[in-house]
């Protein structure tokens, strides 16, 4: 499949807010169901102000109709897999192809690490974790006995009648790898569109090794948006706190200034086989609704 044939889709991701977290989700996703925007996005923020993410998309799909939600990401390390498997399978069966998950294997900040406390070493439950829920997402019953956790003819009640796919995070090495051995997609976070490249080609090759494949149009990236008529101010701070999760990247490299730069970004990745966006904004939008009619009157026309 040629780029020019793979769907390109450009969804929304719940950012920092001016106001109380609620309120700003409940403005964001009747704004993104009004304009008839492909998807919102929930981060994990366990201690920041954030409505948490699996309580966020079922609220989101109970209240639209055709709106896609999704996660970015889910930390599941330090939950129970079983229980986040019960939580998406009810979501999917009352809300059929609407349902976006994204799993991470450590919080965004190490200050919120402490808040899922895990087994063994982080990697390894990740991935016992991710097998966990996926067998109970597609087995009417589940026997597991692994290093940390245990299942006995378990099952998952109701299942959507088509199997969620199961999307992961990370850029290192390792991890892509592991998108290729156990994900069905990859959406990435603060990274060029030539690394966003490169990386999907040691997914795909990590698939193959595998015997697995993961399909063409299964990756994405997040992306940062300064509005225009940020402050400098602002700017910089969202540049600083970008360039503190890649420091060694220049922090212009991980932010699009304004909604021409997102244009050619998007381009820019698309070349390189990445199709899937979750633009995000950089700094606390003045306005959702103004945010959202800007994002529809630049970037939505870019879906195909």
């Given at each position: 499949m040629t780029a020019a044939a793979m769907k390109v889709r450009i969804g929304i991701g719940a950012g920092p807010s001016r106001h109380d977290p609620a309120a700003a989700t409940l403005e964001l996703v009747d704004g993104c169901e009004a304009r008839g925007i492909d998807s919102v996005w929930f981060p994990d923020r366990i201690a920041a102000p954030a409505v948490e993410p699996i309580v966020a998309m079922g609220w989101a799909v109970g209240r639209t109709s055709a709106l896609k939600v999704g996660?970015?990401?889910?930390?599941?390390?330090?939950?129970?897999?079983?229980?986040?498997?019960?939580?998406?399978?009810?979501?999917?069966?009352?809300?059929?192809?609407?349902?976006?998950?994204?799993?991470?294997?450590?919080?965004?900040?190490?200050?919120?690490?402490?808040?899922?406390?895990?087994?063994?070493?982080?990697a390894e439950v990740f991935e016992e974790a991710l097998t966990v829920v996926r067998r109970l997402l597609t087995e009417e019953s589940v026997t597991f006995h692994g290093a940390f956790f245990t299942l006995d003819d378990a099952t998952v009640e109701p299942r959507a009648a088509r199997p969620l796919d199961l999307w992961l995070g990370g850029l290192v090495?390792?991890?892509?790898?592991?998108?290729?051995?156990?994900?069905?997609?990859?959406?990435?976070?603060?990274?060029?569109?030539?690394?966003?490249?490169?990386?999907?080609?040691?997914?795909?090759?990590?698939?193959?090794?595998?015997?697995?494949?993961?399909?063409?149009?299964?990756?994405?990236?997040?992306?940062?948006?300064?509005?225009?008529?940020?402050?400098?101010?602002?700017?910089?701070?969202?540049?600083?706190?970008?360039?503190?999760?890649?420091?060694?990247?220049?922090?212009?490299?991980?932010v699009a200034d304004g909604w021409d730069d997102a244009r050619r970004r998007v381009a820019r990745f698309v070349d390189e086989g990445i199709t899937k966006f979750v633009v995000r904004p950089a700094v606390a939008p003045a306005s959702w609704p103004g945010f959202l009619d800007e994002f529809a009157e630049h970037l939505v026309p870019l879906e195909t």
């Open positions: 996660s970015g990401v889910i930390v599941l390390p330090g939950r129970n897999p079983a229980v986040v498997a019960a939580q998406l399978a009810s979501l999917a069966a009352l809300a059929p192809k609407r349902i976006l998950p994204v799993f991470g294997l450590r919080p965004a900040t190490a200050e919120e690490r402490t808040a899922y406390p895990v087994p063994g070493p982080r090495p390792a991890a892509l790898r592991r998108v290729g051995r156990l994900a069905d997609g990859w959406l990435a976070s603060f990274v060029t569109p030539a690394e966003a490249g490169a990386a999907r080609a040691t997914i795909a090759a990590a698939a193959t090794e595998a015997g697995r494949e993961v399909e063409e149009d299964h990756y994405g990236t997040n992306l940062l948006v300064l509005p225009p008529g940020t402050s400098e101010r602002d700017a910089d701070r969202a540049r600083a706190s970008s360039a503190h999760r890649r420091p060694d990247l220049d922090a212009p490299d991980l």
